[in-house]
């Protein structure tokens, strides 16, 4: 563990506490006279973690993004995936969804917001995906940016940003963010904790760590609102903000900058985890969900729980889940993908075994074998080819099943992508709300293979130890 580890109980009781009821008045009132459609793209389809009643998108056509406009609601989500995209699938995923966008806005006369949701602990396509963003957008409509805020705290999650470092929670510990095994990411790896830093190193200095616009906890504690919005009046050039945040009373207090600042003028770009967007899209907050609103309908078969993730977090869920008398475990020997014969043949003897359980009314859950892939050096384009193969193998255990189970859990931001779109072939869910703090259920639409069934979407670096086991026996909890 790293040697700039603090203790988190130290860290927050230096922070005063505010009046949360006066934020919440001036945020009200703040919300109301923002007259913009909130767009969310996110990246992995974990990011509606902290939202509940908005709608979903699997796919960024004209058509879907024009229902999305046409909601009463104020946000809607949009599901790009690009995490598990190439560098080069998402730039021109991105200019699509600019286009579209834009196009749309125009045609129904409506200003928005874009979002950009992606990772709590630092990882995705940034600078690269905002940056098309932007650029797109900019080319193609009278829309100019100012500036770009960066927000990537995370409560649910243990992800708190204090005098401009990011840390992620271990138990009673706050671990800088560079130090941690995120940072280590083989594909969106960095070192840098201070998000300055971050951003400096990421877009390769082209925006310097001096440059960026701080949000100070002292001044959103103090409720310096008049000074953030002036900070935010100054950013230009496409300069950063970085926000300092350890409760949502922050997020509320500088949305409320932000919108002041909006509405003298000032664009921004978002690039943030799940905290802003249920601020900024006026989500109330809402109690964890029971079994009864979970499942609508009951059947006699089984649950299925897919399992793909390979962050430690998910490894250690996993053994705890072992614990569980109801469930079947089969693991999926994922390393066959290098011998294509044998690999088909291990994914025809997972469904099989899937269909006799389910049937027989039998919980299973299937987990890709625990050790990486590792190729060695320098071949990180083709270890991501060949885990696109394996996570394309995973979701055709669902699209191939012929039961329909009791509900699906899958672990892990791409797994619960590509079982979500590719095996349920969900077009449009509804976020019903979470099962566990930061863990988002779909309520899959009536276009999906098993219409009105909840999918449990759970990302591979949230909960502690058991909230695996503890969600599976909510599930199973007759």
Known sequence: MSSNKVLAKEVFDKIPAVDVKVVDELLTKELLELDKKIIVLDDDPTGVQTVHDVSVYTDWSKESIEKGFMEENAMFFILTNSRGFTAEETEKAHKEIA??????????????????????????????????????????????????????????????????????????????????????????????????????????????????????????????????????????NFNKVA??????????????????????????????????????????????????ELIKEETNNGGLIVV???????????EELKKVDFIEFIEFNCHLVLEPEKFTAEVDRIIEKCEDLISSGKTVAVYTRRERLDLGEGKKEEELKLSV??????????????????????????????????????????????IKPGIPVWRTGAESKYPGISYVIFPGNVGTKTTLREAVEVLNNK
């Open 243 to 292: 926000v300092n945040a350890v409760d949502y009373v922050d997020v509320k207090i500088v949305t409320i900058a932000l919108i002041r600042a909006i509405k003298a003028g000032k664009n921004f770009m978002y690039r943030s985890a799940a905290a802003l967007t249920k601020v900024i899209g006026g989500v109330s907050d809402k109690g964890l969900l029971t079994r009864d």
């Open 308 to 318: 793909g993730s390979h962050v430690q977090k998910t490894t250690e869920q996993l």
């Open 99 to 236: 286009l579209n966008i834009t196009e749309v806005a125009k045609n129904l006369n409506k200003d928005f917001i874009v979002i950009s949701r992606s990772d709590s602990t630092l990882r995705g396509h940034y600078p690269l995906e905002t940056k098309v963003l932007k650029e797109t957008i900019e080319a193609n409509s009278e829309v100019k940016y100012n500036g770009e805020v960066l927000m990537p705290f995370f409560k649910e999650g243990g992800r708190f940003t204090v005098d401009n470092v990011h840390y992620v929670q271990y138990d009673e510990y706050l671990v800088p963010a560079g130090e941690t095994e995120f940072a280590k990411d083989r594909t969106f790896g960095y070192t840098k904790s201070q998000l300055g830093e971050y951003i400096e190193e990421k877009t390769n200095g082209e925006f310097k760590a001096s440059n960026t616009t701080y949000i100070s906890l002292q001044d959103i504690r103090n409720l310096a609102i008049d000074s953030i919005t002036e900070q935010l009046l100054k950013v230009d």
């Open 389 to 434: 193969k394996i996570s394309d193998a995973v979701t055709s255990i669902v699209t191939r099943l012929k039961v329909r189970p009791n509900y699906v859990v899958a672990k892990g931001g791409i797994t619960s992508s590509d079982v979500g779109t590719k095996g349920l072939q969900v077009k449009r869910a509804t976020v019903a709300g979470q």
